[in-house]
Nanobody
């Protein structure tokens, strides 16, 4: 069973940056899509960004476009999320996930990490 493990969360001031990483325990195939979602207390899980593993095509939620960058290291089976100009509303638990098709809905994503907490102070 493939496992995903996130790291890199923490406390940052508004305007600051963080880089999240998600390491897969085994190879991610070119046909897969890997994504980042976030969930804040009292809110539904929200799509943040995704990348097609093979082509590297990226997708972003409008709320993070221009501030966040998703990337992957195929050799290391690692997904990244570089977050810049963080805002208090970006505070949430960020989780990575894998799917066979791209979607902004969490439904098609069938492997999830435990998540990493991001806190943004104003």
């Amino acid at each position: 069973q493939v496992q995903l493990a996130e790291s890199g969360g923490g406390l940052v001031q508004a305007g600051g940056s963080l880089r999240l990483a998600c390491v897969a325990s085994s190879r991610i195939f070119s046909s897969h899509v890997t994504g980042w979602f976030r969930e804040a207390p009292g809110k539904e899980r929200e799509f943040v960004a995704a990348i097609r593993w093979g082509t590297g095509r990226t997708y972003y939620a409008d709320s993070v476009k221009g501030r966040f960058t998703v990337s992957r290291d195929k050799a290391e089976n690692t997904l990244y999320l570089q977050m810049s100009n963080l805002k208090p509303e970006d505070a949430a638990r960020y989780s990575c996930a894998r799917a066979n098709e791209y979607s902004t809905s969490p439904t098609p994503y069938y492997i999830w990490g435990q998540g990493t907490q991001v806190t943004v102070s104003s």
